[in-house]
């Protein structure tokens, strides 16, 4: 229902930071939580962070928790995923999800999410 783009996905450094930015065009995406997921090469989709509705609540996979940010700007239509000390096995494409949640939920589960973007390859070089 609502139209995703992800950008910002790049070859890095391990070490190195990247940000990642998912953008809804013509629709609002205040009602929803949103998602960041990943999936490497012949591995299922894995679970990175949800932020809700009104960015009061955060949750992030033990994976990443620590280095990567999840952040929203609902005005601009805008999820963010900010990574730090990125690892080679943080290489994968990423995706961005909305999920029409009741009021300040989150999920870990990509079957919550009714909405994908189309994924960014991010990949991280040792």
């Known amino acids: 229902q609502v139209q995703l783009v992800e950008s910002g996905g790049e070859l890095v450094q391990a070490g190195g930071s990247l940000r990642l930015s998912c953008s809804a065009s013509?629709?609002?995406?205040?009602?929803?939580?949103m998602g960041w997921f990943r999936q490497a090469p012949g591995k299922e989709r894995e679970f990175v962070g949800s932020?809700?509705?009104?960015?009061?609540?955060?949750v992030y996979a033990d994976s990443v928790k620590g280095r990567f940010t999840i952040s929203r700007d609902n005005d601009k239509n805008m999820v963010s995923l900010q990574m730090n000390s990125l690892k080679p096995e943080d290489t994968a494409v990423y995706y961005c999800?909305?999920?029409?949640?009741?009021?300040?939920?989150?999920?870990?589960?990509?079957?919550?999410?009714?909405?994908w973007g189309q994924g960014t390859q991010v990949t991280v070089s040792s």
């Open positions: 999800a909305a999920y029409l949640a009741p009021a300040g939920w989150t999920s870990r589960w990509p079957g919550d999410y009714g909405s």
């Open positions: 013509q629709q609002s995406i205040s009602a929803y939580a």
């Open positions: 932020i809700s509705y009104n960015g009061e609540r955060i």
